[in-house]
């Protein structure tokens, strides 16, 4: 490791989603009073702007500091976009891997203002943004963290992103000499799942974090702050989720991003189709902005931006179903008497299919299609 600097802090968490920040609080509330000293958390700007949460989680004392971190994508720099583009030749494509993983990771410098280096550990959710460019570029250790719960059950990205020469590119990046996600990279200590039994294969690498025996330990007092940070009007929701037993929960995603009108004819199909003769409560992605309150007057709303797992910690909230397209927050939700994932083919009938390919790829490879 990086010994040739003191690391005078313990530990600090690189959230790109509000369930990141979600399971990061699960983890320090896990941690025994004492143990050590409180960590820091990283807000990234590189996927969603996380509006005054910075605010509640110092308010709320878990972190010692709450920061934000500029990653900036490869779509930033115009320059960096040749190297990503499939030339057809392997060594050809490899040259230009590598020369794009360095540069991406270059590039992050100037615009971060965090020092990794004074950090004893570092826990790194969906670390193929670049933060892993950056971390792998500076020879920095850390941890992964799943992006998603059980996430690689619906969407493998590293054998998906790679699959040509798949031994060959996890090869070249346990060298550091191109960048691969999930625990592939050489600067990766481990990577943290909450199921392994979820794999058709193994890997030295994949640690088994379970998420629900950290839920299930939190107490009265810890749920108490874990809704405040993320519900600061959670009487509001549970007032306008009461009385809904008999209605059905959707849970929209957030992409295409660049296609409102696929995600508005999906929901359509959605409501039709798996909805009929219910009241239907519609729970925005936070990165869906869509108006499903002006779409759907018909529909229940909910409001603000927060993860889905928080709504198990307020009594008296209850749907007969509740239904997503892939996610997979649905499996971690308690309040529902059946639970639907639909999956990703539900977009072919609005826009080509090739524009999920890499998705369904995922999808079939683990969950036995072919």
Not at 43 to 52: Q, T
Not at 186 to 196: G, H, I, P, Q, S
Not at 239 to 264: A, H, Y
């Amino acid at each position: 490791m990086n010994n040739k600097k003191k690391k005078n802090r313990p530990r600090i968490y690189v959230c790109h989603t509000l369930y990141h920040v979600y399971v990061s609080l699960l983890k320090e509330m896990n941690r025994k009073d004492g143990q050590d000293e409180k960590a820091d958390i990283a807000l990234s700007k590189v996927f969603m702007d996380f509006g005054d949460l910075d605010k509640r989680l110092q308010a709320a004392g878990v972190f010692d500091r709450v920061l934000s971190l500029d990653e900036r994508r490869a779509e930033d720099f115009p320059k960096l976009m040749k190297y990503k583009k499939n030339c057809n030749h392997i060594v050809k494509h490899m040259i230009n891997r590598i020369i794009f993983t360095k540069k991406l990771g270059k590039l992050q410098e100037n615009f971060f203002d965090i020092d990794f280096t004074e950090y004893q550990d570092i826990y790194v959710f969906c670390d193929s943004d670049p933060i892993g460019y950056y971390l792998n570029y500076r020879h920095i250790y850390y941890h992964a963290v799943e992006d998603g719960l059980d996430c690689l059950k619906n969407f493998d990205a590293a054998h998906v992103d790679n699959q040509g020469h798949f031994q060959l590119k996890a090869a070249l990046a346990a060298k550091n000499i191109i960048f691969m996600q999930n625990g592939y990279s050489k600067y990766c200590l481990d990577m943290e799942v909450n199921d392994t039994s979820c794999f058709d294969y193994t890997f030295k690498k994949y640690k088994e974090v379970p998420r629900k025996p950290m839920e299930q330990a939190l107490n009265a007092e810890q749920k108490k702050t874990m809704t405040a940070i993320f519900l600061p009007d959670a009487n509001e929701i549970a007032e306008q989720l009461s009385g809904c037993k008999d209605c059905i929960l959707f849970l929209t995603e957030g992409f295409p991003g660049d296609k409102p009108e696929v995600r508005k004819a999906v929901s359509d199909e959605i409501l039709r189709d798996y909805c009929g003769g219910f009241h239907v409560v519609i729970k925005p992605h936070p990165r869906d902005g869509l108006d499903y309150a002006a779409l759907y007057p018909q529909c229940t709303v909910i409001r603000g931006q927060f993860p889905i797992e928080v709504l198990n910690f307020i009594e008296g909230i209850h749907f007969r179903k509740a239904i997503s397209i892939i996610t997979s927050a649905l499996d971690s939700i308690a309040f529902a008497d059946e639970k639907i994932n639909i999956g990703p083919y539900i977009y072919d009938a609005y826009e080509p299919e090739e524009e999920h390919a890499f998705m369904k790829a995922g999808w079939d490879r683990t969950h036995g299609k072919q």
